[in-house]
């Protein structure tokens, strides 16, 4: 039996041969049979037997002509998504942690409560720090108290440099009278002596007032640097009070416990680690040849590796790549009121984008060039095949959806793994279900 089936096998493949490559001669061979004129026929005969027709035979193909299956594809507009692999990150993610030393005496809030604004999650011993603040204040007190004397010292510090530029004034008078009263030689030189004297004596009060000025004035200026160095003092002794106790900067979830208690606490020692998660971002990186396609605003959806659906908007893409694998940051926002999606989650990003023209064909009509490249093989109005390259979008039920084509393209879906740029083609088209 195995005989007979190789024997039909190569009796099939003979008359695939002669149909496909020696198809004129076969024709030429049909041809000799034709039936004889009617009027050599008999007229009885005639009625009764059928007359055999053949197929005109087809116009010369040009040598090397190969048969494909062409179906003529037509572009239409198809929605367009940029697909992402990323990650779920919170929104906010803080690390709070202590500005002052102390041990602490508040009972521990345990990891995954949830956390108000503002509420209390670790309080420090106050140790002698209301006293500190209490000498501060006192001192800030006796500042101010200076204050006033040194202010007080400046008005008779004015009244004695007044009281010098008078005397200097009456000095000056009765020197220039005796001066002239001398070189008239009614005076005596003692005399005008004298009077210059009282001048000098009269200007050198004027300066020991103006030095009592400047001295009120600085004495006045040290108590207003005593009275800020108090306050200074005053503010430091609050601010380590108020450091005493640590508040939650948003409402959120505790990541770790808070510090436990009797622990003791450095500046810079973690109290807790709160995330807030609603709502929460999508992370992905987009490459920069597709970059352009996504807009801040645009819709988004995502499925994350259990399974879960969501939604949301881009809010932010990077402006800046990444020096190392040159791909932008983009951001999406979406609701988590149930907190059910957590941080870190991987998820498959799909951005929408503007719609474009494409083609949906069956994915068994792609090909690779002699360089590796993905695309079909199209008939050109001259019946030679050509190679297009085409970008590949999506996968579907119906077939895949490609760009980079003409609008109207035909395309070679079966056979074209058999011809290269250049080969003359036969088309025998088909339908084309879009």
Do not use: W
């Not at 005989?3 to 049909?30: G, K, N």
């Not at 001398?182 to 030095?211: D, N």
């Amino acid at each position: 039996m195995r005989i007979f089936s190789i024997i039909t096998a190569l009796l099939v493949c003979a008359v695939i041969y002669a149909v496909v490559m020696e198809r004129e001669r076969l024709v030429e061979f049909a041809n000799g049979f034709r039936a004889a004129p009617e009027d050599t026929m008999d007229a009885d005969s005639a009625e009764n037997d059928v007359e055999i027709t053949l197929e005109e035979p087809e116009p010369d193909l040009p040598e090397g002509t190969v048969s494909v299956v062409v179906r003529r594809s037509v572009a239409e507009e198809v929605d367009s998504a940029v697909l992402l692999r990323g990650r779920t990150e919170a929104a906010r993610q803080v690390e709070v942690r202590s500005e002052t030393s102390g041990r602490i005496i508040s009972e521990p809030i345990r990891a995954g409560a949830f956390v108000e604004e503002g509420q209390l999650l670790c309080e420090i011993e106050p140790g002698t720090r209301a006293a500190a603040l209490a000498e501060s204040q006192a001192r800030l007190l006796e500042a101010q108290a200076r204050l006033p004397e040194a202010q007080a010292q400046l008005p008779a510090a004015r009244a004695r440099l007044a009281e010098a530029q008078a005397s200097l004034t009456a000095a000056e008078i009765d020197s220039n009278a005796a001066t002239r009263l001398s070189e008239s030689g009614f005076a005596s030189e003692t005399r005008a002596a004298s009077a210059s004297a009282t001048v000098s004596a009269a200007e050198a009060g004027i300066e020991s007032a103006t030095a009592g000025i400047q001295a009120a004035q600085a004495a006045i200026q040290a108590a207003q640097s005593g009275i800020s160095a108090a306050e200074a003092a005053v503010l430091r002794a609050e601010q380590e009070i108020e450091n005493l106790q640590i508040f939650a900067p948003f409402e959120g979830l505790l990541e770790s416990d808070t510090a436990e208690l009797g622990s003791l606490m450095q500046p810079g020692s973690l109290c807790a680690t709160v995330i807030q998660l609603d709502p929460i971002k999508l992370v992905g990186f987009v490459p920069e040849a597709e970059v352009d396609r996504i807009e801040v605003g645009a819709t988004a959806s995502a499925r994350l590796a259990t399974g879960q659906q969501v939604a949301g908007t881009v809010t932010f893409l990077s402006r800046s790549a990444d020096p190392q694998t040159r791909t932008f940051r983009v951001e999406i926002a979406v609701d988590n009121t149930d907190l059910s999606i957590r941080d870190g989650q991987t998820a498959d990003i799909l951005i929408a984008s503007p719609g474009q023209m494409a083609h949906l064909l069956p994915s068994s009509a792609l090909t690779l060039n002699d360089e590796g490249l993905l695309g079909l093989r199209i008939v050109d109005e001259t019946n030679t095949a050509r190679f297009a390259p085409v970008t590949f979008l999506r996968d579907t039920v119906n077939g895949v959806v490609l760009a980079g084509l003409p609008d109207i393209a035909d395309v070679i879906v079966v056979g074209q793994e058999f011809v290269t740029d250049g080969v003359p083609v036969q088309p025998h088209y088909q339908e084309l279900s879009q």
